[in-house]
């Protein structure tokens, strides 16, 4: 009895999960911020463009993605690179529906973050956003243009 006591109610706090430093960069109004509420059933009614760069912890049950959110608008891609450092992985965001200009322009950081020495050997994931949309190009569009060498 003691020991089925002791094996119920003196394991201790479970093992602490792994976490991973990921770096989320697309566009001004690709959804970075929207996703990364969802993420964490968070409210999504009010969100505003990021101005600068946040952090969110994303807990999974098997680990915990630390999530760096930077801004996509141009005063602030230039700065980009500063936060790489240290980073596990990528989430690229794009807008599935923008226009042409913008889905070009977005092929254009993208091909850029994944030739930076910092991110190029780190695994990317490539979220084509706002499938909900009537003008959302179907993710085979957006691996043809977005992934085609430039």
Not at 71 to 100: M, P
Not at 114 to 124: G, I, M, N, R
């Amino acid at each position: 009895f003691d020991y089925c006591f002791r094996a119920l109610c003196c394991k201790g706090p479970p093992p602490p999960r792994p976490e991973y430093d990921v770096v989320c960069i697309g566009l001004t109004g690709s959804g970075k911020t929207s996703l990364l509420s969802r993420l964490c059933s968070e409210n999504t009614d009010n969100v505003v463009p990021t101005t600068g760069f946040s952090i969110k912890a994303v807990p999974f049950q098997n680990a915990i993605l630390n999530v760096k959110e930077l801004g996509g608008a141009d005063n602030i891609k230039k700065y980009w690179s500063r936060y790489y450092q240290g980073s596990q992985g990528v989430i690229f965001v794009l807008d599935s529906a923008s226009s042409e200009e913008d889905l070009e322009i977005a092929r254009n950081e993208l091909h850029s973050a994944l030739q930076h020495p910092q991110l190029c050997t780190l695994p990317f994931l490539i979220l084509a956003n706002h499938q909900d949309k009537p003008a959302a190009r179907s993710v085979q569009e957006v691996r043809c243009h977005c992934l085609q060498p430039i």
